[in-house]
């Protein structure tokens, strides 16, 4: 079999070099020159664990390939799926399907042959549906059937996640496209991971509940981490205590600065938006979206109060920039509002990522500067501020923090550090949720 995807981004990538894997033969089609001609040189454009070794084995097997033209690519395609980004629009939220619909169009121009057009995009109730009239209207002849297929992988354990699902969802009212589906798919019948086939809406509203949900669960204990700062409990413990509960499960149950990254923003913007549109408002969404915002803003008032209510001409290290460990991907992180805002209240800034910090320099003031490594970041400064855990920061023991930093006070947004040894130490810790932690009014 053989299939083509537009759009060679995060989910492109994965998705093809997945389905390579499964034995499939994958054209990936990128529109962006420098990213297909990194490609069509083996160099992959984003930072994934397991991703540049998966595309060169399967590159090699001539079982994945980068074609300079769209046509090229769909060629024999049984299946092309639709995996262009789905931005936010500016101004209202909605989910911007610009790039969807316009390669929708070149893909049904260019075809010769009825394939079935998946969108792996997340895409707003009702878009399948319209994808199928514009097909239909432009190449009447074609008979092209459509399919909504969401994916549900995590930037970081992208590829573990796609080749071990916990469902695949499929959505479609056509046999045909869940006859090239299930053959797509049948790799998994072999570990047993359920395929769930609905009808277009459901599949697209069924992806939209999925992020809402999580970002829901993270917005919680958030809350619930300022109510524990408040009363002398440990967030930690309260998640541990809850997160056992089967009903409720260990998951998305870590109090932090709020959520970010390429999906649980727009998603949850858009689930609002459609829930408005369709008559049936999620009061429980609108909740997560402002509280989350509101939460983002206020981390730097954190800072500023652990730092006795001034950083002005303080040196402060921000460990961790992507908005989740193991990824470069800077959008809607975190560490966004947080360093302009230190920045504007007379920091200076010096962070560290192990991989966003090419991506973060075009996001962050000019100011900013960026350290070779984690040490080179603390030397000298007056706070550490630990915005993303990744594992090598977790392994920075209060003992290395006393021989290079200056001042005494660390703000772990993650909760990575023992509390107890900090403080033994003689820094003065404030955690997330952490009763000893810096109360926040404001969020
Ligand atoms: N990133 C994630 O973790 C994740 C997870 C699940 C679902 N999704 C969804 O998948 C979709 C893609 O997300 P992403 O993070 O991979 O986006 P991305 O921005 O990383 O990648 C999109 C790619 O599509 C390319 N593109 C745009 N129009 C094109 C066209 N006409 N022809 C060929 N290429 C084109 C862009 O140049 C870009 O490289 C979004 O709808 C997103 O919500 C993302």
């Not at 049984?78 to 980004?85: K, L, P, Q, T, Y």
């Not at 969108?119 to 399948?128: F, H, I, L, N, Q």
């Not at 938006?273 to 730097?300: C, W």
Request: aromatic content about 6%; glycine content about 10%; charged content about 25%.
């Amino acid at each position: 079999m053989k299939i083509a995807i537009i759009g060679g981004g995060y989910v492109g990538l994965v998705s093809g070099a997945c389905f390579a894997e499964f034995g499939t033969t994958v054209a990936v089609v990128e529109a962006d020159p420098g990213k297909r001609a990194m490609l069509m040189e083996g160099k992959i454009p984003i930072y994934e664990p397991g991703l540049d070794r998966l595309v060169a084995e399967n590159a090699a097997a001539g079982r994945l390939s980068f074609p300079a033209t769209l046509e090229e690519g769909i060629a024999d395609a049984e299946a092309v799926f639709i995996a262009v980004g789905t931005p936010a629009r500016r101004g209202d939220g909605h989910a911007d399907l610009t790039y969807v619909f316009a390669a929708v169009e070149q893909v049904v121009l260019a075809l010769d042959h009825p394939a079935i057009i998946v969108t792996k995009s997340t895409v707003p109730v009702g878009t399948g549906r319209k994808i199928k009239e514009l097909a239909h209207r432009l190449r009447p002849e074609l008979g092209v059937e459509v399919a909504s297929n969401p994916e549900f992988l995590r930037e970081g354990s992208a590829i573990t996640d796609f080749m071990r699902p916990d469902r695949v969802v499929v959505g479609t009212e056509s046999e045909r496209a869940r006859d090239v589906l299930r053959r797509l798919y049948r790799p998994l019948y072999l570990i047993e991971a359920p395929i769930v086939f609905t009808g277009l809406e459901t599949a697209e509203l069924t992806k939209y509940a999925a992020n809402g949900f999580l970002a829901m669960k993270i917005t919680f204990i958030n809350e619930m981490a300022d109510l524990c700062e408040r009363v002398g409990a440990d967030v930690n413990d309260v998640a541990r205590g809850i997160g056992l509960d089967g009903r409720i499960g260990r998951k998305f149950l870590h109090a932090g600065p709020g959520f970010g990254g390429s999906c649980f923003p727009k998603d949850t913007l858009a689930l609002m938006r459609i829930a408005e549109e369709a008559g049936a408002p999620s009061r429980l969404i609108q909740s997560v979206v402002s509280v989350n915002d509101a939460r983002k803003e206020a981390m730097a008032a954190r800072v500023i109060a652990a730092c006795g209510g001034s950083v002005a001409g303080k040196r402060v290290a921000v460990l961790g920039l992507a908005f989740k460990p193991e990824t470069d991907d800077m959008r809607e992180a975190p560490s966004l509002p947080l360093v302009a805002a230190l920045a504007a209240a007379g920091a200076t800034v010096v962070a560290f990522d192990p991989e966003a910090m090419a991506g973060a320099k075009a996001l962050l003031p000019a100011a900013v500067e960026y350290a070779a490594d984690a040490p080179a970041a603390l030397e000298g400064a007056d706070a550490l501020v630990l915005v993303t855990e990744w594992n090598e920061f977790r392994a920075l023991a209060p003992e290395r923090l006393l021989t290079l930093m200056r001042g005494r006070v660390v703000v772990d947004l993650r909760n990575v550090f023992d509390p107890a040894a900090m403080r033994a130490a003689g820094f003065a810790y404030h955690g997330i949720g952490r009763a000893e932690g810096v109360a926040v009014r404001e969020v």
